[in-house]
C-alpha cells in the first residue's frame, strides 16, 4: 500500500484512570447486594478482575438523583481528561498552543459547553482551536475519533488534531433495573479517559501512520445496543445478538475493507480491538480466524480495567504504541458499538 504526502500518523496515546481502584470481587459484593446472588454468576464470566470507577464504592449508594450523578460525571470527567490529554501531548512533544483541532467523544453524561470547550482553557488551547464533540457514538468512538482525525489532517497535513474520550459507566448505574442487560453491563463497565495526538504528514513523527479508514452501519441494529435516557438517567439497551452480528458482518467487511488495498487479514501482524466482552473477543477471533494471542492486549485491557466504552479501544492503542510491532507492518483497529455499527482503521508502524 501506498503512503501519500497526506498521510497523517498517531503521535502519542495516554490513558488516566480514576483513584478509587476495586476489585471484581469487592464491586460484586455491592452490586450483589442490590441485584440479589444471579449477579455473581455475569460477574465471574465477565473476564473482569479489577475496575477503577469515578467514586469509592460506598459513595454510589449515596448518589440521590440524575442531576448530582451528572454533575459527578462533569468534575471527575474532565479531571482525567486534562491529565491524559497533558500526558499524551507531554510524550508527543507538543505544546497545548500547537494543537490546531480537538475531537472529543463521552456518551455516560451530558455537558453544555461540552468538555472540550472546557478544556480549552485549562489545557491552554488557542482561542482559534477547532472543536468537534461526538456524542452517542458509544464504544465504537475511540476508533471513530481516530478516522475522523485522520480525515481531517489529510486535508490539512501540517497541522496537529487530539481526540480525548471519557466515560464514567458506573455513574449511569440504575439500582432498580434487575433486567439481564443491567447485569451484564454492570459486570462488565469501568471508567476513565484517554487521549491520542495526531499530527499531519507534514510534521516530523515516529508513532504508526494511519493508512485508511471504514465506517459501516448495520440494517435493522438499533435495538442492539443504546441508552433509555429518562429522568433516572441513562438505563442501557444491551442485546445478546451483538456477538452474533460480529460474526454475521464482521468478517466481510475486514475482508472487503483490506481488498482494496491488496491486503488480506493474513497481512496484519497486530489487531488493536475493543474489548467489548469474553463473547464479542470470541467471535471476533473465530470470524478473523486470528491466532489465539493476537487479541491478548484486549483481554488484558477487559481484565485490568473493565469495558470502558470509547476508551477501551484506546487503551489497547496506547499499549501498543508503548510496545509497538517491526517497523513497517501492519495494524488493524476494530471497534463496534451502538447503531449498531463497526469502525476499521487501518495502521502502519
Not at 452517542?136 to 497535513?157: F, K, N, Q
Request: charged content about 20%; overall charge negative; glycine content about 8%.
Amino acid at each position: 500500500m501506498t503512503v501519500t504526502s497526506t498521510t497523517p500518523r498517531l503521535a502519542a496515546a495516554a490513558v488516566a484512570l480514576p483513584p478509587h481502584r476495586h476489585s471484581q470481587a469487592e464491586v460484586t459484593a455491592l452490586l450483589t447486594d442490590a441485584a440479589g446472588a444471579e449477579f455473581e454468576r455475569f460477574a465471574n464470566t465477565s473476564g473482569v478482575q479489577t475496575r477503577s470507577l469515578a467514586l469509592p464504592l460506598e459513595r454510589y449508594r449515596e448518589l440521590r438523583d440524575f442531576t448530582e450523578a451528572n454533575q459527578t460525571y462533569l468534575n471527575v470527567a474532565l479531571e482525567l481528561s486534562e491529565s491524559a490529554l497533558r500526558n499524551a501531548l507531554a510524550t508527543a512533544q507538543i505544546t497545548p498552543d500547537e494543537v490546531d483541532i480537538i475531537f472529543s467523544t463521552t456518551v455516560t453524561g451530558l455537558a453544555v459547553p461540552t468538555l472540550d470547550a472546557r478544556l480549552a482553557a485549562r489545557i491552554g488551547l488557542r482561542p482559534d482551536v477547532k472543536r468537534v464533540p461526538l456524542f452517542g457514538l458509544g464504544c465504537v468512538a475511540g476508533a471513530a475519533g481516530v478516522a475522523r482525525m485522520h480525515d481531517y489532517l489529510r486535508a490539512y497535513p501540517e497541522q496537529v488534531a487530539v481526540l480525548v474520550a471519557v466515560e464514567l459507566c458506573s455513574l449511569t448505574i440504575q439500582w432498580g433495573d434487575h433486567s439481564v442487560a443491567n447485569m451484564v453491563a454492570s459486570s462488565l463497565f469501568g471508567d476513565g479517559a484517554a487521549a491520542v495526538v495526531a499530527t499531519g504528514a507534514q510534521r516530523a513523527g515516529t508513532g504508526p501512520q494511519v493508512l485508511a479508514s471504514r465506517s459501516r452501519l448495520y440494517p435493522d441494529t438499533e435495538h442492539v445496543m443504546g441508552w433509555e435516557i429518562g429522568t433516572s438517567g441513562f438505563k442501557i439497551v444491551l442485546s445478546a445478538d451483538i456477538p452474533t452480528v460480529a460474526e454475521k458482518y464482521l468478517g466481510e467487511d475486514v475482508t472487503l475493507f483490506l481488498a482494496e488495498f491488496g491486503l488480506t487479514p493474513d497481512d496484519v501482524d497486530t489487531w488493536v480491538c475493543h474489548p467489548g466482552g469474553p463473547k464479542v473477543i470470541e467471535a471476533v477471533e473465530h470470524v478473523l480466524k486470528l491466532p489465539s494471542s493476537a487479541l491478548d492486549r484486549t483481554r488484558e485491557s477487559l481484565r485490568d480495567n473493565g469495558n470502558l466504552s470509547s476508551v477501551s479501544v484506546l487503551d489497547v492503542l496506547r499499549a501498543t504504541m508503548g510496545d509497538p510491532p517491526a517497523a513497517g507492518s501492519l495494524g488493524m483497529m476494530i471497534a463496534m458499538g451502538p447503531g449498531f455499527c463497526a469502525e476499521l482503521v487501518l495502521l502502519r508502524w
